[in-house]
């Protein structure tokens, strides 16, 4: 298994380590405490994972989805939704075609 899921466990244990922390001393204790902060930064941070993909090269875009991960986690904390809530809809979408998937959440 890559080593990524490790990574973002161990990454999410030190968000969480961060709750309640002094916002003046520690940026993930400020996005923790304002989490429409927190989800701009990721829109931002989305925004430039894109311009690494077309316009950059894999450094780049190695580098912009490690901070895309990071603020994800973040906003996720920060909104009170764990990692398992996460995985219990990816697991639910399971063996549907993301066309169908999609189409169930449409409303009329």
Known sequence: MSRLFETLERLA???????????????????LADPKLAAKKLGEEAVETVIAAVAQGPDELASES?????????????????LDAVAD??????GTSGIAEKASRQTP
């Open 66 to 82: 490690a901070d895309l991960l990071y603020h994800w986690l973040v906003l996720l904390a920060a909104s009170g939704v764990s």
């Open 13 to 31: 244990a030190t968000i969480d380590s961060r709750k309640g922390g002094d916002p003046a001393a520690s940026y993930t204790a400020r996005l």
């Open 89 to 94: 809809k990816l697991a639910a979408r399971e």
